[in-house]
C-alpha cells in the first residue's frame, strides 16, 4: 500500500496540512471546515492530518501561532527600519494585505478567530491576546516616534489601536467598499498636527 510517506517527505505533508488550514480557516472559520476538506486541499489523507496536528483544533492553533509569528517578526522589523513614522504604519498594514492588495489569508484568518466567541477561552484565547498586545505595542511605538518628531499629533494609543484595527477588518470585509490603503491614508490624514487657532492647544485631539 503505498502512503504519503512513501512519495513525499513528511514536512512536505506537513506544510500542505499547515497552507491548507490557513486558507480554509481563513474562509470558512474553524468550525465550519472538515477535516475531509483540509485534507481534500492538502492533497493528503485525513489519518495524515490526525498524525501530524491530533485534531482539527490541533491543526487551527498551528496555523494561529504560525501567523503570530510572521506579524511578530514584521513588526519589529518594521520598528528598526529607517522610515518615517507614516511609512511605517503603512508597513504594518500590508503584513496582512495580499500582492494584490486585497485582504491577505492572515487578515480574514485574524477577523475570524476575534469575531468567534468559542474562541474566547484557552490556547487561542492567549495567542488572541499574544497579537493584540503585538501590534497595540507597535503601534504604541511607532505612535510616540510620530509625536515626537512633529509628524503624528498626541492621541491615546488605544485610539489609534482600535482604529486602525477596526479600518483594516472593515477592508478584510467589505472588499467591494473603499481600499484599504485609502482608508488608512484618511485615518493617518486625521492623526496629523493641524494648524492651531489663538486659544486652542494644538496638541488637542
Known amino acids: 500500500m503505498v502512503t504519503d510517506l512513501d512519495v513525499a517527505p513528511g514536512d512536505l505533508v506537513q506544510s500542505r496540512i499547515l497552507a491548507a488550514g490557513r486558507s480554509l480557516f481563513a474562509a470558512e472559520g474553524c468550525r465550519a471546515t472538515s477535516v475531509r476538506a483540509i485534507a481534500a486541499a492538502a492533497e493528503t489523507t485525513k489519518p495524515m492530518v490526525y498524525y501530524y496536528f491530533g485534531s482539527k483544533e490541533g491543526l ?22 529607517s522610515m518615517t513614522p507614516t511609512e511605517k504604519l503603512f508597513a504594518v498594514a500590508r503584513i496582512h494585505q495580499s500582492a494584490d492588495g486585497a485582504a491577505s489569508l492572515n487578515l480574514r484568518l485574524i477577523a475570524s478567530f476575534f469575531a468567534d466567541p468559542q474562541q474566547s477561552v484557552g490556547p487561542v484565547a492567549a495567542a488572541r491576546a499574544r497579537l493584540a498586545e503585538v501590534i497595540a505595542t507597535t503601534l504604541k511605538q511607532i505612535l510616540a516616534e510620530g509625536v515626537s518628531q512633529g509628524e503624528l499629533r498626541p492621541i491615546p494609543a488605544e ?47
Open 159 to 205: 485610539l489609534l489601536t482600535a482604529a486602525w484595527v477596526a479600518t483594516l477588518f472593515y477592508a478584510a470585509f467589505d472588499p467591494k467598499g473603499p481600499g484599504q490603503r485609502d482608508l488608512l491614508t484618511l485615518l493617518l490624514d486625521g492623526l496629523r498636527p493641524r494648524a492651531s487657532t489663538a486659544g486652542e492647544d494644538p496638541g488637542h485631539p
Open 60 to 81: 487551527f492553533r498551528a496555523v494561529v501561532a504560525d501567523v503570530i509569528q510572521q506579524v511578530e517578526t514584521t513588526c519589529r522589523t518594521v520598528c528598526a527600519a
